[in-house]
């Protein structure tokens, strides 16, 4: 809740300085609307920023298990 509450480019300033483990954990508890603009703050910078930004996402897509749908009738 702490980062969700944060904006976008002061959470990623703090993210920026976690291993990815840490991030992919937050990053993973929060919502989609929430965890994109944080995702997005990560990859500002230099082309290793984004590098990094697209192996969190990654692993983050590993992380979250995907939707169940509904049994069909």
Do not use: F, H, W
Request: aromatic share 2%; net charge positive; glycine share 4%.
């Amino acid at each position: 809740k702490v980062y969700a509450t944060m904006s976008p480019a002061g959470a990623a300033r703090i993210l920026k300085e976690m291993d990815d483990d840490q991030v992919v954990k937050i990053l993973a508890l929060m919502k989609e609307a929430e965890s994109a603009p944080l995702l997005e703050g990560l990859a500002q910078g230099e082309k290793e920023d984004v590098k990094r930004a697209a192996l969190i996402s990654n692993r983050l897509r590993l992380t979250i298990p995907p939707p169940k749908k509904a049994p069909a009738p």
